[in-house]
């Protein structure tokens, strides 16, 4: 199966250009993969670039998990990390998709120094 990129999620997300998201889709239509890398970077985009809030990047990633022709990596967590995001808009995307990867994985608690994200379950935070 073929993959795609930051770049072309980010087109398929907010179809700002015409010819890049028709391409795009195109591309995608037999079915592409995901990587959990290209997610992180796509939510982080739609954040800062584009200054959706929280509740818009949570439904970026569910629209991405029923996207007919889109396969994502590591899909539950993926799942668990936009529930997270929803529930507690302060964390980032990248941070709950961290949380739910090292739980997924069993590697935890999850070591931080970031306050919001150690009052999650399976995170900790660090003294310093």
């Avoid at 990047?57 to 990596?73: D, G, N, T, Y």
Wanted: proline letters at 5%; hydrophobic letters at 50%.
């Amino acid at each position: 199966m073929r993959a795609i990129d930051t770049n072309v999620l980010v087109r398929i997300l907010t179809a700002d250009d015409p010819a890049q998201c028709a391409a795009a889709h195109v591309f995608v239509t037999p079915g592409a993969w995901v990587s959990v890398l290209a997610l992180a970077e796509a939510m982080w985009v739609l954040s800062s670039v584009y200054g959706q809030p929280s509740a818009q990047i949570a439904r970026a990633a569910e629209m991405l998990l029923e996207h007919e022709s889109l396969v994502l990596q590591f899909p539950e967590a993926v799942a668990a990390a936009a529930e997270t995001l929803r529930r507690r808009p302060s964390l980032g995307f990248s941070d709950c998709l961290m949380l739910h990867l090292a739980q997924a994985a069993g590697h935890s608690p999850l070591g931080t120094f970031d306050r919001a994200l150690a009052s999650e379950p399976g995170a900790v935070r660090l003294g310093g």
